[in-house]
């Protein structure tokens, strides 16, 4: 392995790790009648994100609006939802990491029958 493959295959490495560290989370809401799931952004593996805020306990409108946000109401955190880690979006995102290090790698490797030209010095100019 070359000098330049090494390189690639620990910044490769570093950006899974960094990704497994603030990985994409999502909300759920699962009731008797359906279930809603909406992303949540990114946030520390340590430290996840709140559930969505809610300005009234209206369970019909609050089911159709995730962040209700009105001048002067109250502002709580709806204990209906969980925050959980979005694993599709997350291997998803390894799989691309995965792959494009795997072709950069491949593509960037000398072929075994190529060899640089050597370099000639200048004929004499009589």
């Known amino acids: ?10 910044l490769a490495v570093g950006t899974l790790v960094i ?4 990985p994409p989370w999502h909300y759920v809401r699962e009731n008797p009648v359906a279930r809603r799931d909406m992303p949540a952004g990114y946030a520390l593996i340590f430290a996840p994100p709140n559930a969505p ?3 009234d306990p209206d369970p019909v409108r609050d089911f159709f ?10 502002v709580q955190h709806d204990s209906s939802y ?10 998803l995102q390894w799989t691309l990491v995965v792959f494009l290090t795997g072709a950069w790698v491949v593509l960037g490797a000398p072929s075994a ?12 100019i009589e």
């Open 82 to 91: 969980s925050v959980k880690i979005d694993f599709v979006r997350l291997a």
């Open 113 to 124: 029958g190529a060899t640089r030209p050597k370099s000639h010095p200048p004929e004499a």
């Open 65 to 74: 609006l995730l962040d209700l946000e009105r001048k002067g109401a109250p």
């Open 19 to 22: 990704m497994g560290v603030i």
């Open 53 to 55: 805020r809610r300005v």
């Open 1 to 10: 392995m070359s000098e330049r493959q090494r390189r690639i295959t620990v």
